[in-house]
T-cell receptor, first 111, second 111 residues
Framework: DQQVKQNSPSLSVQEGRISILNCDYT??????FLWYKKYPAEGPTFLIS?????DKNEDGRFTVFLNKSAKHLSLHIVPSQPGDSAVYFC??????????FGAGTRLTVKP | ETGVTQSPTHLIKTRGQQVTLRCSSQ?????VSWYQQALGQGPQFIFQ???????GRGNFPPRFSGLQFPNYSSELNVNALELDDSALYLC??????????FGPGTRLTVL
């Protein structure tokens, strides 16, 4: 069962514009959500997280929004930079030991 | 402070063989999780160890087993390898609660 879904396998944006990556989940018990980015030949790198008691968390150019009623979260990157080009994974957990990942979205930022 | 390391980086085995993958946790982390990432998919949770005890398991058969040692390093053992076991195996360490930090992974190919 795929409890975390990233329906867009790829996204291409122009440098300087906003990148919006989306993620949907089905398990209402999830209370902690994370975004990781992955470069080729490397493990996923933690980017930003949000707990279910918040609806927004911001860290520099990265902002994560959580809509619990819609079971939807999104990652906004603004302004996008070519170095942001990577695969982005959304992850969710309800107890920190069983973290479920989406299939990933490949972001390409064009100069 | 050293990050999460994994060995080997690549491995080729044949069907029916057994394999052991190794992981060294980030300093100060007492929890380690293992994930399998097949091509084009997100990481799938295999199991987690906390202070040398299994602390949660995903939907993987018993031929996937693990160990965590007193220094919090860890092993993933897979018996009776099947072709579908070919994947990137990721280890992640974390404090008791908190963000999981991933190693670079071991690429296993089963022929």
């Amino acid at each position: 069962d795929q409890q975390v879904k990233q329906n867009s396998p790829s996204l291409s944006v122009q440098e300087g514009r906003i990148s919006i990556l989306n993620c949907d989940y089905t398990n209402s018990m999830f209370d902690y959500f994370l975004w990781y980015k992955k470069y080729p030949a490397e493990g996923p790198t933690f980017l930003i997280s949000i707990s279910s008691i918040k609806d927004k968390n911001e860290d520099g150019r990265f902002t994560v929004f959580l809509n619990k009623s819609a079971k939807h979260l999104s990652l906004h990157i603004v302004p996008s930079q070519p170095g942001d080009s990577a695969v982005y994974f959304c992850a969710a957990s309800d107890n920190n030991n069983d973290m479920r990942f989406g299939a990933g979205t490949r972001l390409t930022v064009k100069p | 402070e050293t990050g999460v390391t994994q060995s080997p980086t690549h491995l080729i085995k044949t069907r029916g063989q057994q394999v052991t993958l190794r992981c060294s946790s980030q300093s100060g982390h007492n929890t380690v999780s293992w994930y399998q990432q097949a091509l084009g998919q997100g990481p799938q949770f295999i199991f987690q160890y906390y202070r040398e005890e299994e602390n949660g398991r995903g939907n993987f058969p018993p031929r996937f087993s693990g160990l965590q040692f007193p220094n919090y390093s860890s092993e993933l053992n897979v018996n009776a390898l099947e072709l579908d076991d070919s994947a990137l195996y990721l280890c992640a360490s974390s404090p008791t609660t908190g963000v999981q930090f991933f190693g670079p992974g071991t690429r296993l190919t089963v022929l």
